[in-house]
Antibody, heavy 118, light 112 residues
Framework: QVQLVQSGAEVKTPGSSVKVSCRAS????????FSWVRQAPGQGPEWMGGIVPIFATAKTAPKFQGRLTITADESTTTAYMALTSLRSDDTAVYYC???????????WGQGTLVTVSS | DVVLTQSPLSLPVTLGQPASISCTSS???????????LHWFLQRPGQSPRRLIYQVSNRDSGVPDRFSGSGSGTDFILKISRVEAEDVGVYYC?????????FGPGTKVDIK
């Protein structure tokens, strides 16, 4: 099963951008399905988008179209999530996860708190 | 987007007693190939979510057999046969049949 380690907490101002990394070890990086899921304070999880590194093309939920970029670097077995034009309601814990929608073992990162505040 | 509704939203339980959570979808979750992408997750306080059940009724590795899932189409249930202290947390159903993937609002389980 894949182990996922995410980058550290970020504090951003409204209108800026953030990039969160997710380094994977174990498992097969290129064929794992990486999802980015966020959870605002006191709220349930929200799927943002995902990527299968071997295919390179990311799928993004319509809500985040134009603001979200998901990429994967096979050389470092790291997936990335970049969100632009940040607003206060983007304040959340951002999780990467693998294979949550597949009939194989699923894994989650520890989460990265992104705080957007002026 | 597919809307998932869970009930109850709060579930106080007695240790050793059974518990049951319902998840209802606004659309059928059956794929064209006949499979159903409805999964259950548990998020313990302060932790990342963990998947317990995938495709309605399959337990993930290491999940105790007191957890079971059932259902079809639009109606699904997660059952805990005998609640233990470590089962406290918020349970979420998630559908992956229709894009984008969506989660239910969560059911908070705690001990009476």
């Amino acid at each position: 099963q894949v182990q996922l380690v995410q980058s550290g907490a970020e504090v951003k101002t409204p209108g800026s951008s953030v990039k969160v990394s997710c380094r994977a070890s174990g498992g097969t990086f290129t064929t794992s399905t990486f999802s980015w899921v966020r959870q605002a304070p006191g709220q349930g999880p929200e799927w943002m988008g995902g990527i299968v590194p071997i295919f390179a093309t990311a799928k993004t939920a319509p809500k985040f179209q134009g603001r979200l970029t998901i990429t994967a670097d096979e050389s470092t077995t790291t997936a990335y999530m970049a969100l632009t034009s940040l607003r206060s309601d983007d304040t959340a814990v951002y999780y990467c996860a693998t294979d949550i929608n597949r009939p194989v073992g699923a894994s989650w990162g520890q989460g990265t708190l992104v705080t957007v505040s002026s | 987007d597919v809307v998932l509704t869970q009930s109850p939203l709060s579930l106080p339980v007695t240790l050793g007693q059974p518990a049951s959570i319902s998840c209802t979808s606004s659309q059928s979750l059956v794929h064209s190939d006949g499979s159903t992408s409805l999964h259950w997750f548990l998020q313990r306080p302060g932790q990342s979510p963990r998947r317990l059940i995938y495709q309605v009724s399959n337990r993930d590795s290491g999940v105790p057999d007191r957890f079971s899932g059932s259902g079809s189409g639009t109606d699904f249930i997660l059952k805990i046969s005998r609640v233990e202290a470590e089962d406290v947390g918020v349970y979420y159903c998630m559908q992956g049949t229709h894009w984008p993937l969506t989660f239910g609002p969560g059911t908070k389980v705690d001990i009476k």
